[in-house]
């Protein structure tokens, strides 16, 4: 993906924010945080509930995994069962209730 030119990396200043956000986060959500609110993001990735709740405080859109999977499921592009499914295979927590719903939602 980096030879194709959608991902890059980058290095991330440790402001003032980013310690703040250390104290609460592990290296790679506060990483992405602060990146986000320096480069105005309008959507960051983080699937952790603290991370995320840390990103709404900064006024941040927030989307996870399985936000990106429905979006390319409503295209077309993903077959949702079969990547929800791959993921719980490599350990990724889904509950049942939120299986179903994801499901359900991208069938609208």
Known sequence: MRDDGLLHLVEVERSDLFVELFHELDLG?????CYAVKQNADLVLLDERDGR???RRHDLN????????????KTGVVNLEHELEVL???????????YEQILSE???
């Open 88 to 98: 719980r295979e490599v350990g990724f927590w889904i509950s049942d209730d939120l």
């Open 106 to 108: 991208a069938d609208q």
């Open 53 to 55: 709740r840390v990103a």
């Open 29 to 33: 959500e506060t990483a992405a945080i």
């Open 62 to 73: 927030v989307t996870g995994v399985i936000g990106i999977l429905l979006r390319g499921a």
